[in-house]
């Protein structure tokens, strides 16, 4: 069903192409992995679905005063890439991501299984990493689950995370293994369960996490949306109940997308062919975008 139009409320989205030489705020990149996900997904539909989500909601933060975030910022959408999947697909990946971070000052990728954190970090030169994840991802191979030790161990030299400048935030009891927790922990990643969001609050947490990862100068987000309750998340094959809320999510999003280190983040395991009728999941996942716009903007 069509959307209402009313020229006094303009809606998110539907934001233009990057130009040739001309700086933005930020830019809206489509990087659908799907084909070594863990669990079967339809996460390469997932980056149109999120556009198409975009518009139902405006771009104004309400202040006081208002603003509109359209007004404030120059927002691109460089499309998705094609196939990025596979060694030759994370390459183009990388390489789409490297171009728009070189005239943007936030490359916003729509995933996509959790495998393009790999191509997306990369690609904007990050040297810091805080995840919002229920999950570790420290698996070995190649698959949604192995993104962020890929980042430690697999990245060409010059672009590898030192894993002690590596957060993450919300890993959760019983969606995870002691063998991986121990991986973590010997790395010295800093691990933030989500029993630990909770005790000590979104402000703590996220001036800790930005400590730690902006020990370098460049820090990419990853905003795994499998971190909030399954009521809230159920087009994330992993989310499990007791999850994040998603309020929690979008406070975190935005809190830590205003410190200017951040120059990336990536929105993952969304399979928008498996979400509610109501499509809830992907609507999360189209304000985790305007809560990053939101964030840039008040930098």
Same mark, same amino acid.
């Given at each position: 069903m069509a959307l209402s139009h009313d020229e006094l409320w303009p809606r998110a989205g539907s934001w233009p192409a990057p130009v040739a030489g001309e700086k933005a705020d930020a830019a809206i990149l489509g990087i659908p992995t799907w084909r070594t996900s863990l669990s079967p997904t339809g996460a390469h539909a997932t980056p149109a679905a999120i556009r198409d989500a975009l518009p139902r909601y405006s771009a104004?933060?309400?202040?006081?005063?208002?603003?509109?975030?359209?007004?404030?910022?120059?927002?691109?959408?460089?499309?998705?890439?094609?196939?990025?999947? $596979?060694?030759?697909?994370? =390459?183009?990946?990388?390489a789409a991501v490297r171009e728009l971070? =070189?005239?943007?000052?936030?490359?916003?990728?729509?995933? $996509?299984?959790?495998?393009?954190?790999?191509? #997306?970090?990369? $690609?904007? $030169? #990050?040297?810091?990493l805080i995840t919002l994840d229920a999950h570790f991802d420290l698996r070995d191979g190649v698959s949604n689950g192995t993104p962020v030790r890929r980042l430690v161990?697999?990245?060409?030299?010059?672009?590898?995370?030192?894993?002690?400048?590596?957060?993450?935030i919300g890993i959760a009891d019983f969606a995870n293994s002691a063998a991986y927790a121990q991986r973590a922990a010997e790395w010295g990643i800093r691990v933030i369960t989500l029993d630990e969001v909770r005790e000590k609050g979104v402000a703590a947490v996220v001036a800790e996490a930005l400590a730690v990862a902006g020990a370098g100068s460049r820090i990419h987000l990853d905003i795994d949306v499998d971190v909030v309750d399954r009521s809230i998340a159920p087009g994330c094959p992993a989310s499990v109940p007791g999850g994040l809320a998603a309020g929690e999510l979008r406070a975190l999003v935005r809190a830590i997308a205003a410190d200017e280190k951040v120059v990336s983040a990536d929105i993952a395991e969304v399979d928008a062919t498996a979400d509610a009728d109501d499509a809830r999941t992907v609507r999360l996942a189209a304000l985790c975008v305007l809560e990053l716009l939101a964030g840039l903007a008040s930098r």
């Open positions: 104004t933060l309400m202040g006081p005063p208002a603003v509109d975030l359209n007004q404030v910022l120059r927002i691109v959408d460089a499309g998705d890439v094609h196939e990025p999947d $596979g060694d030759e697909g994370v =390459e183009r990946a990388v971070a =070189e005239q943007t000052r936030l490359v916003i990728a729509l995933g $996509g299984d959790n495998s393009l954190t790999y191509p #997306a970090a990369r $690609g904007a $030169g #990050a040297d810091g161990q697999d990245a060409p030299d010059g672009e590898r995370i030192d894993p002690t400048r590596i957060v993450q």
